[in-house]
């Protein structure tokens, strides 16, 4: 959702112009989390070095600020246009400057250049705010305005005056090109930035509650971290979308997510998973009273798709909970529960705040996130890390794909004491090796999506219906179709067809029936021929070699992938339907990264 990119120089000479340029750019690397304006603050004048710790008059040096409607490029041609019309010297250089940019994705108040961030105290600016998220207790700040801590006994990293430059960004990819050290900063903490030194203050909240105070800062020290990305890994390459880019990328980001923890020593010889995240909590969550599956869109999609799997080796119960809807009905979860948290970012605020509440409830609560050092991957008890690689396009594609590998590969780490179950498990771990050629080969149906895209790219509505494992498939593939071609689609139960849903089958309203062979497999040909009844327009996944079986006489268009073993088929199931909703997107005009209304990360509830 919203981004922040600031960059400070500290003894350091750059032009305004250099200063502005670096700020848009940091911007548009936080383009893809979706926003709807946007806003940027530089200092009016430079300040000699040797009044460095002077205290100024007022308004010597005001910031600018400049805010707009709409898409960075829009900002940018506002920002020059003011500096020609206010001759502005571009190549004013600055020994020290604060600049900071924000992307704003509305939700109190509508996209305009008042509501913009950033946020001014007046007209003389005299300090500016930029936030993410929303401001829930705003009327409260409203009435006290005049509070406030002054930061006293700080322990700076560094006092020196030695050069230095500093960058703060909401989302790593606006670093990686700049530097790849980094702080992470944690809840309830702030950065004081003073003559070139830094430091970190914690509140404790909790504790002023409890008695009734105002929250005292305490200083904290922290090592830095080192980003483990490259600049590549942000760029289309010669793909002309993200989302593009990001499908066909899923053979190797597969093969990441793999890589280290697949054990396959020889014919006849041992086969097994090696999860480091996990290793000591196997055993815990072996006894748990049940796993819970916690996730919000993709990742709840996700989860569902390896349901069935986990609840079969581990011989647990499974539930599923919507994030959101956890929290709103204060579910039950328990001590001798396993919650399973599993969110692309790392950092979507349902998730978290579901996290908030296990914890307090005593379960062991065990993280899934495509994000190191995210907030989900600090504040979890263990977890795995799907290493799918950076995801920019505001659908999930190659994450969704990673995140079922990794709950099949939990399933089988925690299934490994089970002797009944060893030939199953042992056939599974054959096929993940296999995988990513599997999907280099579905990857050729690109021209036939894009034809069948052709054919519905005028349709108003789409039905898929799945069942089994590709129940999960049916709501994925559905809402990638929503979320970017703005086509409406639902995903649906196959079981529950004649509970309603029949009502809607017709001859000129599209449907996707997912008939892959596994144990559903014989009801599904069943749906077929009960829509096929009722002259539904139908198209049909199914195993490669079974149009025939299930469109006999060319009766519906199918669609023919490879056969993997079921726990595995959502991940080849997804992938044309990943290529489908790409194309409609294309075909309708519409911003295939950036779809209407929606961002990558959800920070807000």
């Not at 250099?18 to 383009?31: A, M, P």
């Not at 010669?238 to 980001?253: A, V």
């Amino acid at each position: 959702m919203c981004g922040i990119f600031a960059y400070l120089n500290y003894n350091v000479h750059r032009e305004r112009r250099y200063i502005l340029e670096l700020l848009f750019n940091g911007l548009r690397r936080l383009e893809y989390r979706g926003y709807d304006s946007a806003g940027i603050s530089i200092d009016s004048d430079s300040v000699p070095s040797a009044d460095l710790g002077r205290n100024f008059p007022a308004n010597s040096m005001n910031p600018l600020v400049f805010r707009q409607e709409g898409k960075i490029d829009q900002l940018v041609r506002s920002v020059y246009e003011e500096v020609d019309e206010t001759k502005l010297n571009l190549d004013q250089t600055f020994s020290v400057h604060a600049g900071i940019a924000h992307t704003r994705w509305a939700t109190h108040g509508p996209p305009s250049p008042r509501n913009s961030h950033p946020q001014s105290s007046g007209e003389g600016n005299e300090f500016l705010v930029v936030h993410n998220g929303i401001v829930t207790n705003y009327v409260e700040l409203k009435e006290n305005s005049d509070g406030g801590t002054p930061f006293n006994d700080v322990k700076f990293f560094t006092t020196t005056d030695n050069p230095k430059e500093l960058f703060l960004s909401s989302d790593a990819n606006a670093l990686i090109e700049h530097t790849k050290q980094v702080l992470v900063i944690e809840d309830d903490e702030v950065v004081h930035l003073k003559d070139g030194g830094i430091s970190i203050l914690k509140f404790d909240s909790d504790n002023a509650k409890a008695t009734g105070g105002l929250p005292r800062p305490a200083s904290v020290q922290r090592a830095l971290s080192i980003l483990e990305m490259e600049v590549e890994q942000i760029k289309k390459g010669n793909y002309e979308h993200y989302m593009q880019k990001e499908i066909h990328e899923q053979p190797e980001s597969l093969k990441t997510t793999m890589s280290g923890r697949l054990i396959q020593e020889g014919p006849g010889k041992v086969k097994g998973i090696l999860l480091g995240g996990l290793k000591d909590y196997l055993k815990t969550i072996r006894r748990s009273r049940r796993i819970v599956f916690i996730g919000c869109g993709t990742s709840y999609n996700a989860a569902l798709a390896a349901r069935p799997f986990v609840e079969e080796l581990s011989g647990v119960p499974v539930s599923m909970e919507i994030a959101s809807d956890l929290l709103d009905r204060q579910g039950p979860i328990y001590r001798e529960d396993t919650a399973v948290f599993v969110s692309q970012s790392g950092e979507t605020a349902d998730t978290l705040l579901a996290l908030d509440y296990a914890k307090k409830n005593g379960a062991l609560c065990v993280g899934i996130t495509n994000t190191v050092g995210s907030a989900l991957a600090r504040n979890t008890h263990c977890g795995i890390h799907i290493n799918a690689g950076a995801e920019i396009g505001v659908a999930s594609t190659k994450a969704y794909t990673s995140q079922i590998v990794v709950m099949t590969m939990l399933a089988l780490a925690v299934g490994d004491d089970s002797i009944s179950s060893k030939s199953r498990r042992e056939a599974i771990i054959d096929n993940l090796f296999d995988l990513p050629n599997k999907v280099r080969g579905v990857l050729q149906l690109d021209d036939e999506m894009k034809d069948l895209a052709k054919l519905l790219m005028d349709e108003q509505s789409l039905l898929m219906f799945g069942r089994g494992y590709n129940y999960a498939t049916a709501l994925e593939g559905a809402l990638k179709v929503k979320e970017v071609a703005l086509m409406h689609s639902e995903g649906m139960l196959a079981g529950e067809m004649k509970h309603g849903p029949l009502a809607l089958v017709d001859e000129t309203l599209p449907i996707v029936v997912i008939a892959t062979r596994d144990a559903c497999f014989s009801k599904q040909q069943s749906v077929i021929q009960q829509l096929h009844a009722r002259k539904g327009r139908l198209i049909v996944m199914c195993t490669k070699g079974d149009a025939s079986v299930v469109c006999p006489g060319g009766s519906c268009r199918a669609i023919e992938v490879p056969e993997v073993e079921d726990c595995l088929q959502p991940v080849i199931n997804i992938i044309p339907l990943q290529l489908l909703a790409y194309h409609l997107t294309v075909l309708r005009g519409f911003d295939v990264d950036q779809p209407r209304n929606l961002a990558k990360s959800v920070t807000t509830q």
